[in-house]
């Protein structure tokens, strides 16, 4: 494939991501500072894709430049692995990549004991516990998960959560926008 096949790709490409994450042109634009006619012209084919262009978008998208345009899959081309960022002491893996929507974190917090210092802040939140246990000060409670349970709880109540001191814990944690729920569906036990 060459370089202009590619090229001619990514429009479409482009479009696709865009809708898939039901974004506006208007939206976007406001979170790239592309104008709305240079990103119709982008994905119609009518302007050539430069870096400067494509950054800000897959910045925008969270998604890797690569996936942008068109780059081969290494490995099994279902698992798109992300970089693990480092932040207050743990590693978070992203699992999602819509900005503004529901946010999905694999979390690992090494073996140490902090002294809780509860936070603020909107949204709401989800942990799942996947292995080792969880100290989790939500408000005047505290409490401990352990591998299989789980807690949500509206971020305005001041809470932490991290390792109880005996070990590392990996937890999942869900955060989306104030009022959002999650929505669980579940069979029916049969009569």
């Known amino acids: 494939m060459t370089t202009d096949d590619v090229l001619a790709e990514v429009g479409a490409r482009l479009r696709r991501i865009r809708k ?3 974004v506006t042109l208007a939206a976007l634009s406001e979170a790239t500072g592309i104008s709305v006619s240079t990103l119709s012209r982008l994905e119609s084919g009518l302007r050539k ?4 262009l494509l950054l800000p978008i897959a910045q925008a998208h969270q998604v890797p430049l690569d996936e942008l345009v068109g780059a081969p899959p290494v ?5 798109r692995a992300s970089q693990p960022i480092q932040r207050y002491g743990r590693t978070f893996w992203p699992l999602t990549r819509q900005p503004g929507g ?3 974190y694999k979390v690992v917090e090494p ?6 210092e ?3 802040h909107e949204g709401y939140e989800w942990l799942y516990v996947m292995s080792g246990k969880l100290r989790l000060v939500l408000g005047e409670h ?10 949500e709880f509206d971020t305005r109540v001041p809470h932490w959560f991290g390792s109880t001191g005996e070990g590392p814990v990996e937890f999942l944690s869900l955060f ?8 669980v569906r579940a069979r029916p036990k049969r009569a």
């Open 20 to 22: 898939e994450r039901e």
């Open 75 to 79: 490995g099994d081309p279902r698992i």
């Open 102 to 104: 529901l946010q999905a």
């Open 118 to 120: 509860p936070r603020t």
């Open 49 to 52: 894709p430069s870096l400067e």
């Open 111 to 116: 073996q140490r004991k902090l002294e809780p």
């Open 142 to 151: 505290d409490v401990v998960l352990v591998a299989g349970e789980a807690a």
């Open 176 to 183: 989306g926008a104030q009022g959002e729920r999650m929505h």
